[in-house]
């Protein structure tokens, strides 16, 4: 009997035993799911109310994770402006010694232009110097002589109809035409190929005044038999004047002239050089004023600018000589003058060559 009431007092002490060990389990699990808590404390240095800041384990990782991510795109972004800025630079220099080289570049054609127009200027003064030698001398005009074909010499004042000089005149114009390396080159090919022209002809001046001089003074007869070219052929001057402006280099080297300005009174009459048909007759927005255009064939063509009334129309054909318009100031231009210019296959040449 003693035996039996042990056994009953230990199972009744077990199962009053089972509960509380069941709620200490429980009470454990409900602590651990409970997040861990952090206190960050600041303590002020004047002894001032002390702060504290509690934060939960997963906030706590939540700040960490996000501080990392700032700093990391900080570091990117960082990173990224040093590489651009270093880039632009590396750029702004590159360009800036792109300016400089461009720089030097355009001094160096503008010293060009500049030379080859004095060197065109002293080419012009060179020929007037021969003519002139050659009209004191009693020697036949040269080939390219503007005389030999009976037109007013370049630079020169026509005389009116008492025999007096008219005044002078100085207008000039023709579009803007910047100089490049291709106009300049294409000025200094003229140079030399008038050069070579005026060697020829100072030579043969030399070879005439010997001649003269092995007559014992009997002048040699002018060469009046010159053979002139044929009426499609741009060989007349298309009007009395004054040449104001060669073709090339002018301006000090500034611009291109893609033609000579024979200056004279408004309302001068200009004639075409050679038979041709008008191709253009009208106004022209690119600086020429009211222009005129003639095909004569075999690729030559010729204009003929800032004329004050134009008297032919588009498709008409007109003879050598014939007025095509009247001479005058529209354009660009500072004076009343015809801006003539001849083409070859669309390229502008020297008109000198074929007067």
Known sequence: MEKQTTQQAEQ???????????????????QAREPEIYTIKIVPDKGDEVR???LSSRWLKFGLGSLAVGAMLFVGAFSYAVY???THRSDAAEIQELRQVNSIQQEQLLNLSKKANALQDQMEELTQKEQELRRLSGASPAKDDPQANGQQQAGASA?????????????????????DIDNVNAVLDDVEKRLAVRRASLEALQQELQEQQQELGKQLPGLDGLLL????????WPARGEVSSPYGLRWNGSEFHPGIDIANDAGTPIVATADGVVTYAGWNDGGYGNMVDIDHGNGVTTRYGHAMQVVVVTGQHVRRGQVIAYMGST?????PHVHYEVRVNGATVNPVTYL
């Open 12 to 30: 009744a002490a077990k199962k009053a035993v089972q509960p509380e060990t069941a709620q200490k389990a429980s009470e454990a699990q409900e």
């Open 229 to 236: 070219p044929g009426s499609t052929t741009p060989s007349l």
């Open 159 to 179: 005389p009116d109809a008492s025999g007096n000089e008219e005044e002078q005149h100085d207008g000039q114009g023709g579009p803007y035409v910047a100089p």
């Open 331 to 335: 354009g660009r231009s500072t004076g």
């Open 52 to 54: 504290s800041i509690r």
């Open 84 to 86: 651009s800025t270093f």
